[in-house]
């Protein structure tokens, strides 16, 4: 599109869309990460428009906020109150050309809740219409089921390829024009001469009792001038959502247009229609996604990466060469050759270094993870910089919260933290360190260090005798001490040092 021929565009999404039954304005409600508004606005902006205004209504206190932040260079419109499409192009056309917009020209009007219609599409459909040197070229498509919707009436009758006529809504067709599979798309391409002084003669005089922007093909073709429509190569594209429904059936279809996209661009998805992919997400070439999985936001998925079964990842970048299953991540970054998972939490602000690990039943929140790393299974390290070589057992917790504020723990590298060790923080553990398992540490502890932090281990002789004498327990005791009697041998091996510190943390 080049300057000389860029349009003007207007997109009304003052609609209510009370058969949502939904307090979200429906222009709002989400399509793969974007608001179906938002992927309207996306495709307009795809033009580079010379201006662009977006008409707003009901729930404008939500909607207008939401075109600032994804179109801040749009004039926003109010229609109050709604009185048709035909009134809310006027009025955006109105408030365009009183700030200088052009007067002339090409004027693209758009649908609100058309989330479904590409950039491609808009740029051919203005094409044909300044080549054919339209005064209005509507975009229609072909459909298997018509019902619904306002037919195009052509000369020949029921052709796709004659003379637009006009638009017949379906409560006013003939039996032969309800059999008419081209439908009117609500999206235009108009001369902004015409487009201008046709809007000034809308009337109300209608069942509607609306100013209707379909009237304006009617006034074109009453006058003589010529009216043109483009067939879109993809019906898909002129959907819209009305209801729930309707909007789990477009959801679907776009997330079958980008994993179609992503898995011609080298992506393997083993199973397209369990993947659901964002719209601003971004994959490299050999990426595999596997079952069941979502990348939301602007996930990022490195070459050779490996994500799922069974994953939720948003805004999280994944290295190359990754491997993550069964994980939920939130604004994480996971390094490359790391891996993550199963039934790991990766919340925001965690770092994992090349190499790492996060294993099973692990959540992480604002740590940093060292390369080589391991924290392998049942852990919480929040709050935390680990360096690179540690090893964390299992049931390691950094107790990071006071009930007022969040204290760091810092541990260096090389270290090993045993099994069920509580870090208090503030805690520091120094490179080389060794903590035994079982401690509770709130003090730091030195390079090359053994942190030992427990109770020290007492035996009762006798208790299940005196106390439960009766008991299976006791019997069984009983019975060994017999045994041990009878072969001159303990009832069991005792260490009275407890293990050295080797046993103290589970192993990588």
Same mark, same amino acid.
């Given at each position: 599109?080049?300057?000389?021929?860029?349009?003007?565009?207007?997109?009304?999404?003052? $609609?209510?869309?009370? &058969?949502?039954?939904?307090?979200?304005?429906?222009?709002?409600?989400?399509?793969?990460?974007?608001?179906?508004?938002?992927?309207?606005?996306?495709?307009?902006?795809?033009?580079?428009?010379?201006?662009?205004?977006?008409?707003?209504?009901?729930?404008?206190?939500?909607?207008?906020?939401?075109?600032?932040?994804?179109?801040?260079?749009?004039?926003?419109?109010?229609?109050?109150?709604?009185?048709?499409?035909?009134?809310?192009?006027?009025?955006?056309?109105?408030?365009?050309?009183?700030?200088?917009?052009?007067?002339?020209?090409?004027?693209?009007?758009?649908?609100?809740?058309?989330?479904?219609?590409?950039?491609?599409?808009?740029?051919?459909?203005?094409?044909? +219409?300044?080549?054919?040197?339209?005064?209005?070229?509507?975009?229609?498509?072909?459909?298997?089921?018509?019902? !619904?919707?306002?037919?195009?009436?052509?000369?020949?009758?029921?052709?796709?390829?004659?003379?637009?006529?006009? /638009?017949?809504?379906?409560?006013?067709?003939?039996?032969?024009?309800?059999?008419?599979?081209?439908?009117?798309?609500?999206?235009?391409?108009?001369? #902004?001469?015409?487009?201008?002084?046709?809007?000034?003669?809308?009337?109300?005089?209608?069942?509607?009792?609306?100013?209707?922007?379909?009237?304006?093909?009617?006034?074109?073709? #009453?006058?003589?001038?010529?009216?043109?429509?483009?067939?879109?190569?993809?019906? +898909?594209?002129?959907?819209?959502?009305?209801?729930?429904?309707?909007?789990?059936?477009?959801?679907?279809?776009?997330?079958?247009?980008?994993?179609?996209?992503?898995?011609?661009?080298?992506?393997?998805?083993?199973?397209?229609?369990?993947?659901?992919?964002?719209?601003?997400?971004?994959?490299?070439?050999?990426?595999?996604?596997?079952?069941?999985?979502?990348?939301?936001?602007?996930?990022?998925?490195?070459? $050779?990466?490996?994500? #799922?079964?069974?994953?939720?990842?948003?805004?999280?970048? @994944?290295?190359?060469?990754?491997?993550?299953?069964?994980?939920?991540?939130?604004?994480?970054?996971?390094?490359?050759?790391?891996?993550?998972?199963?039934?790991?939490?990766?919340?925001?602000?965690?770092?994992?270094?090349?190499?790492?690990?996060? !294993? $099973?039943?692990?959540?992480?929140?604002?740590?940093?993870?060292?390369?080589?790393?391991?924290?392998?299974?049942?852990?919480?390290?929040?709050?935390?910089?680990?360096?690179?070589?540690?090893?964390?057992?299992?049931?390691?917790?950094?107790?990071?919260?006071?009930?007022?504020?969040?204290?760091?723990? &810092?541990? #260096?590298? +090389?270290?090993?933290? !045993?099994?069920?060790?509580?870090?208090?923080?503030?805690?520091?553990?120094?490179?080389?360190?060794? /903590? *035994?398992?079982?401690?509770?540490?709130?003090?730091?502890?030195?390079?090359?260090?053994?942190? @030992?932090?427990? $109770?020290?281990?007492?035996?009762?002789?006798?208790?299940?005798?005196?106390?439960?004498?009766?008991?299976?327990?006791?019997?069984?005791? *009983?019975?060994?001490?017999?045994?041990?009697?009878?072969?001159?041998?303990? *009832?069991?091996?005792?260490?009275?040092? !407890?293990?050295?510190?080797?046993?103290?943390?589970?192993?990588?």
């Amino acid at each position: 599109m080049t300057d000389q021929h860029a349009p003007t565009v207007i997109i009304l999404a003052a $609609g209510e869309g009370k &058969r949502m039954k939904s307090a979200t304005p429906k222009v709002l409600h989400e399509l793969c990460g974007r608001t179906m508004l938002g992927h309207v606005v996306a495709a307009a902006q795809d033009l580079a428009p010379s201006r662009l205004a977006v008409v707003v209504g009901k729930g404008r206190d939500l909607v207008a906020p939401h075109v600032a932040a994804i179109a801040p260079e749009a004039r926003i419109v109010v229609q109050e109150p709604q009185n048709g499409t035909g009134q809310a192009a006027r009025l955006a056309l109105e408030a365009l050309v009183a700030e200088g917009g052009p007067a002339e020209g090409t004027v693209l009007v758009l649908l609100g809740d058309g989330a479904m219609v590409t950039g491609g599409t808009l740029r051919h459909l203005i094409a044909v +219409h300044e080549s054919s040197g339209n005064a209005v070229t509507d975009l229609t498509a072909v459909v298997p089921d018509p019902r !619904g919707l306002g037919r195009i009436l052509r000369e020949p009758d029921g052709t796709a390829e004659g003379r637009v006529l006009g /638009i017949v809504e379906e409560k006013d067709c003939t039996p032969a024009q309800a059999t008419i599979p081209e439908i009117n798309s609500g999206i235009f391409a108009f001369d #902004g001469k015409l487009l201008r002084d046709a809007l000034s003669r809308l009337t109300t005089d209608n069942a509607q009792g609306e100013e209707l922007l379909t009237d304006v093909l009617a006034i074109a073709v #009453g006058d003589g001038l010529p009216v043109g429509a483009v067939v879109a190569a993809d019906y +898909h594209e002129v959907l819209a959502a009305n209801d729930r429904a309707q909007l789990a059936d477009l959801r679907r279809l776009m997330n079958q247009r980008i994993t179609r996209q992503w898995m011609l661009e080298g992506v393997t998805i083993v199973d397209p229609a369990t993947t659901w992919i964002d719209v601003h997400a971004t994959l490299e070439p050999d990426a595999t996604i596997r079952p069941n999985t979502q990348l939301e936001g602007a996930t990022r998925i490195a070459a $050779g990466a490996d994500v #799922g079964p069974n994953c939720t990842l948003r805004d999280t970048v @994944v290295g190359e060469r990754a491997r993550v299953t069964n994980a939920t991540t939130d604004g994480a970054e996971i390094g490359p050759e790391a891996s993550v998972g199963p039934y790991t939490y990766l919340r925001p602000g965690t770092k994992l270094g090349r190499k790492s690990k996060a !294993g $099973g039943f692990v959540e992480m929140k604002k740590s940093t993870i060292g390369e080589g790393t391991k924290v392998p299974h049942l852990a919480y390290i929040g709050d935390a910089t680990i360096g690179a070589g540690t090893n964390i057992g299992a049931g390691v917790i950094t107790a990071n919260y006071d009930g007022y504020n969040k204290f760091p723990t &810092r541990i #260096g590298d +090389h270290a090993f933290v !045993g099994t069920n060790t509580t870090l208090i923080a503030p805690a520091e553990v120094a490179d080389g360190a060794y /903590i *035994a398992a079982g401690s509770a540490v709130n003090m730091p502890v030195g390079p090359g260090e053994l942190a @030992v932090a427990r $109770g020290r281990q007492r035996n009762i002789a006798g208790y299940v005798a005196r106390k439960r004498p009766d008991s299976v327990a006791a019997q069984a005791a *009983a019975r060994a001490a017999e045994r041990a009697a009878a072969g001159g041998q303990p *009832a069991v091996e005792t260490n009275p040092t !407890g293990g050295g510190p080797g046993a103290q943390a589970d192993a990588v």
